[in-house]
């Protein structure tokens, strides 16, 4: 049975500055932006990119010139062995001949369970292809912060993030630095009863909570 993304998390993906998609375990499009869909028509990319319900993964040898080494590096994402993973490659785009897209993955927090999670795929295009200019290899680009942070400091009170420049940056900052995600701010049930206790009957009663 396909999954569905909350209002709000879809309300998240529209306000990533890139082309955004959001695909589960299998690759299957669960949600993308506006701007994806901008990009599919202004590329011509193949249609079934713009549609939820189609599969990714399967469509990367309709407009990925290396769709087999991209397909592993999302798939190392999918499978958790890294938590971001970062590549250019190139794309095959007819009005526009060959461009360089600049890939990013990274999962969709928080996951409703391990079963139930989702991440993003964004991209940009980061200009034409240019002859004799080497593109590294997907591979190279690669990056985990299990690989780069074997242990996070975190202060015991203020909560901030101690990275490997010894600077310390909020949990908001460290995460954006890592994961090149926006935020949207939200609040949680047990914040609006203690910041606004005026408005806790009215949760109770709309969340159905006792």
Known sequence: MSQSLSPSATQSIDTVPHNALVIDRHGTILSLNNRWRACCK??????????????????????????TLLHSVLKSTLDSERLVASSDCTILCIPKGRRVFRFEAFPLLPAPSPEKAMWVVANQDAGP????????????????????????????????????????????????????VQFTH?????????????????????????
Not at 43 to 64: D, H, I
Not at 136 to 158: E, G, N
Request: proline residues 8%; contains cysteine.
């Open 129 to 180: 292809v240019v002859e004799g200019r080497h593109i590294q290899p997907l591979t190279a680009h690669l990056s985990t912060m299990k690989q780069t942070f074997k242990f996070i400091p975190i202060c015991a009170s203020c909560k901030s993030i101690r990275n490997n420049q010894e600077e310390w940056l909020t949990i908001e900052r460290f995460l954006q630095m890592q994961l090149h």
């Open 42 to 67: 202004e590329y011509s990319l193949p249609s079934q990119l713009a549609k939820v319900g189609s599969n990714y993964l399967e469509l990367l040898p309709e407009w990925v010139v290396e769709p």
């Open 186 to 210: 939200d609040i949680c049930p047990e914040c609006i009863r203690q910041l606004y206790p005026q408005y806790a009957g009215a949760f109770k009663e709309t969340s159905g909570q006792p």
